[in-house]
T-cell receptor, first 112, second 115 residues
Framework: KQEVTQIPAALSVPEGENLVLNCSFT??????LQWFRQDPGKGLTSLLL?????REQTSGRLNASLDKSSGRSTLYIAASQPGDSATYLC???????????FGKGTKLTVNP | DGGITQSPKYLFRKEGQNVTLSCEQN?????MYWYRQDPGQGLRLIYY???????QKGDIAEGYSVSREKKESFPLTVTSAQKNPTAFYLC??????????????FGPGTRLTVL
């Protein structure tokens, strides 16, 4: 059974710092991996999707990498801003499945 | 203006009542999903549908029911059999089954509270 773990559960950094969020998964047989952002009381916003054949994806200040063989992904946020404060969720789509398996998220606080 | 809408935003239920949560999308997506989110937990899949008039149980389907009569709509009913329904419910949709290329797009959610 696929399991997704996100470490740390919470992270607080000063504005301007570069930071890395971690995601690990137990089964490397995946179609893709997605990173989402969730603001309090809101739905999820897709940030980046990495296909199983890809190593990384970039969007603005965000860069996500995927190492399928080791079951790891990282989300790199450059020059963090207070507006980046949110919970970041990682999800994998197991091979042969229509479902997403989610981690519990990392709650990020960027202090001005 | 394409997207996913959920209503109501807040819903209160008395013990023993059935309630229905609405989810509508105008993205022309084939697949739709219902998730439940509890504090400090990841999302858990309740039901999903890949095509009209067909749906499958997710990991926590007990006490819930769905229908998919139209491509745009995927309502979720929380029945009295669901013992702990207080949670945040999220609906999502994606373009197509297979290929593994599809992003899931989420609605704003409905917060259900049992009184």
């Amino acid at each position: 059974k696929q399991e997704v773990t996100q470490i740390p559960a919470a992270l607080s950094v000063p504005e301007g710092e570069n930071l890395v969020l971690n995601c690990s998964f137990t089964d490397s047989a995946i179609y893709n991996l997605q990173w989402f952002r969730q603001d309090p009381g809101k739905g999820l916003t897709s940030l980046l999707l990495i296909q199983s054949s890809q190593r990384e994806q970039t969007s603005g200040r965000l860069n996500a990498s995927l190492d399928k063989s080791s079951g790891r992904s990282t989300l790199y946020i450059a020059a963090s801003q207070p507006g980046d404060s949110a919970t970041y969720l990682c999800a994998v789509r197991p091979g042969g499945s229509e479902k997403l398996v989610f981690g519990k998220g990392t709650k990020l606080t960027v202090n001005p | 203006d394409g997207g996913i809408t959920q209503s109501p935003k807040y819903l209160f239920r008395k013990e023993g009542q059935n309630v229905t949560l609405s989810c509508e999308q105008n993205l022309n997506h084939d697949a739709m999903y219902w998730y439940r989110q509890d504090p400090g937990q990841g999302l858990r899949l309740i039901y999903y549908s890949q095509i009209v008039n067909d749906f499958q149980k997710g990991d926590i389907a007990e006490g819930y029911s769905v229908s998919r009569e139209k491509k745009e709509s995927f309502p979720l009913t929380v029945t009295s059999a669901q013992k702990n329904p207080t949670a945040f419910y999220l609906c999502a949709s994606s373009i197509a089954k297979g290929q593994g290329r599809d992003t899931q797009y989420f609605g704003p959610g409905t917060r259900l509270t049992v009184l």
